[in-house]
């Protein structure tokens, strides 16, 4: 049965990040799958051929797919390769085995699957949609909450404890253990320093916001070393991460 893909629209949502290999081209960029749009199943599949195939039952659709499912498995298991219009399936042994053939720890069965001609003709049809663009090496504050009020929307009251989340956010020196620089940056661009820190974890950090600041539109910035979980390596030189709120 001929794959109709031409004309459609089939789009991957993706991430475009920073090449960290070729650190001395500020254009060359990776991207990855951000996240799979949903997890589909038989009952899916069934679903969507009795409504362009109307003379089709779901359920009875469901069963025969099931049933197919199960006897390629059957023929995988028994040493066969099973190839279909748009995938192939061949059995695979990683490990070591002794001189008896007797299989020794670390042994794995499994099974690879690669596209036939015809998926990666019609693959050539995806187009891609950027989602996010990390850069930074993907260190990103994501939001700004203050904890007493439960605001997520940026506004913040002086006094109260906030929590930053984000991805590799932990503000650190080089040492990778003593705290670095937290600030809130104002309008006039005058930096106020925040010494009072509750947490300071990769993903977390949480403060209490200094009484004394005006009110007004500020940049938090939180200025680091920390590159990886591991602590074990920090940046040569700090990242400055930015995240724009106001003070009431």
Same mark, same amino acid.
């Given at each position: 049965?001929?794959?109709?893909?031409?004309?459609?629209?089939?789009?991957?949502?993706?991430?475009?990040?920073?090449?960290?290999? *070729?650190?001395?081209?500020?254009?060359?960029?990776?991207?990855?799958?951000?996240?799979?749009?949903?997890?589909?199943?038989?009952?899916?599949?069934?679903?969507?051929?009795?409504?362009?195939? =109307?003379?089709? +039952?779901?359920? =009875?659709?469901?069963?025969?797919?099931?049933?197919?499912?199960?006897?390629?498995?059957?023929?995988?298991?028994?040493?066969?390769?099973?190839?279909?219009?748009?995938?192939?399936?061949?059995?695979? &042994?990683?490990?070591?085995?002794?001189?008896?053939?007797?299989?020794?720890?670390?042994? #794995?069965?499994?099974?690879?699957?690669?596209?036939?001609?015809?998926? +990666? %003709?019609?693959?050539?049809?995806?187009?891609?949609?950027?989602?996010?663009?990390?850069?930074?090496?993907?260190?990103?504050? *994501?939001?700004?909450?203050?904890? #007493?009020?439960?605001?997520?929307?940026?506004?913040?009251?002086?006094?109260?404890?906030?929590? =930053?989340?984000?991805?590799?956010?932990?503000?650190? !020196? !080089?040492?990778?253990? *003593?705290?670095?620089?937290? +600030?809130?940056?104002? %309008?006039? %661009?005058?930096?106020?320093?925040?010494?009072?820190?509750?947490?300071?974890?990769?993903?977390?950090?949480?403060?209490?916001?200094? !009484?004394?600041?005006?009110?007004?539109?500020?940049?938090?910035? &939180?200025?680091?070393?920390?590159?990886?979980?591991?602590?074990?390596? *920090?940046?040569?030189?700090? +990242?400055?991460? =930015?995240?724009?709120?106001?003070?009431?």
């Amino acid at each position: 049965m001929a794959l109709i893909v031409k004309g459609r629209d089939f789009m991957w949502p993706v991430v475009l990040r920073e090449n960290t290999i *070729t650190v001395d081209d500020k254009e060359d960029y990776m991207v990855s799958i951000k996240k799979y749009r949903s997890t589909k199943t038989f009952a899916d599949v069934a679903n969507e051929i009795s409504i362009e195939r =109307t003379e089709y +039952r779901p359920e =009875t659709v469901e069963h025969i797919e099931k049933l197919a499912e199960q006897k390629i498995v059957e023929m995988l298991l028994n040493g066969n390769m099973f190839t279909g219009e748009y995938f192939i399936y061949k059995p695979s &042994i990683s490990g070591v085995f002794d001189s008896k053939g007797e299989p020794r720890e670390g042994v #794995q069965l499994s099974i690879n699957v690669s596209g036939t001609a015809l998926l +990666r %003709e019609a693959l050539g049809e995806v187009k891609f949609e950027i989602v996010e663009k990390q850069e930074l090496g993907g260190a990103v504050i *994501t939001q700004v909450k203050d904890l #007493q009020s439960g605001k997520t929307d940026s506004t913040l009251v002086r006094g109260h404890a906030v929590e =930053t989340s984000g991805r590799k956010i932990k503000c650190v !020196q !080089q040492d990778g253990v *003593t705290l670095h620089k937290i +600030r809130f940056v104002s %309008e006039l %661009e005058v930096a106020t320093e925040i010494t009072d820190v509750l947490y300071n974890e990769p993903s977390r950090v949480v403060f209490n916001v200094p !009484q004394d600041l005006a009110e007004g539109k500020y940049r938090l910035e &939180i200025e680091t070393y920390f590159t990886n979980s591991t602590g074990k390596t *920090t940046l040569k030189e700090p +990242r400055v991460l =930015t995240y724009n709120v106001t003070l009431i």
